[in-house]
């Protein structure tokens, strides 16, 4: 399964695109981070990393989900 992994201060952001649904979810809740049409389509740098990770928490099919560095 195609896994990319995302870097923001002590978290990272883990997307797995075949389990995607394409709800949008994403792009609604924080479009300056989820960027689909560009690439990276993930740029943890226009955000803070609690509102990255609400929006994440967001995420229904569990296409992305976070995690600390450390684990």
């Given at each position: 399964?195609?896994?990319k992994t995302?870097?923001?201060e002590d978290i990272l952001i883990h997307w797995e695109s075949?389990?995607?649904i394409h709800s949008g979810n994403c792009v609604n809740n924080l479009g300056s981070v989820f960027k689909p049409r560009e690439t990276p389509w993930i740029q943890t740098e226009?955000?803070?990393k609690e509102s990255?990770?609400?929006a994440v928490e967001r995420c229904p099919s569990g296409a992305l989900r976070?995690?600390?560095k450390t684990e």
């Open positions: 399964m195609p896994h995302y870097e923001k075949e389990l995607c226009h955000a803070d990255i990770i609400e976070w995690s600390n």
